[in-house]
């Protein structure tokens, strides 16, 4: 009987003392998988048709249907802009802790123009990740290269009607590998997110062709 009770103080006490980092490994994964499904809500919007203003004049970032001083569009890619940067950055609020789903209403990722993510106008949605869980690194990758460039700040850009995605990241520093500081990767784009206590790390992976991945 004291044996039993000497193994059940054993295990609990193992258990209250590991508690914080289960907690903090589940809020990871929480987030991580939260973060996923953003980027998947942004793909429905676009390939759904998500009206965003009734009031724009142009239907549709497509050859043949839009011209840069068309203004905004009515049914626009749709995207998740993320950033390292401070809340008073240019990325509208984005910080670690903060990102947010948007709307390219002036057609930024289709013209390849970029940052894709400019104004407070095309804000959609935020979300906020909770729990101490935040951004730890967002990383470039060109095709065909295995060296990744450290980014700033990233927008995962869907367009109707094909499922492919463009991947837009501004530099830590510096140019990118395209000669500016902001590019279009070609190969992958990952986002990391690290645990509260910082022992725990996990990533979400995204491809050109919308494949979404976490790892």
Known sequence: MVVTLGVMVMIMAMTFANFPKIRDQIALTLATRELALSIRKAQSYAIGVREFDSSY??????LGYYEPTDGFVRYP???VALSKAPPAAPEEGNDQFTYSIFGDINCNAFLLQSPVYQSVSEFVSSVKIQNG???????GYVSGSAIPEVLRSAQIVYQRPTPSVTLVGTSNSGNGSCGNPTCIYTGRIEISLTSGNGLATQKVVVRPSGQISVE
Do not use: F, H, S, V
């Open 133 to 139: 869980a935040q951004i730890a690194t967002i990383k």
């Open 77 to 79: 890619p749709y995207g």
């Open 57 to 62: 004049p142009t239907n549709l970032c497509k």
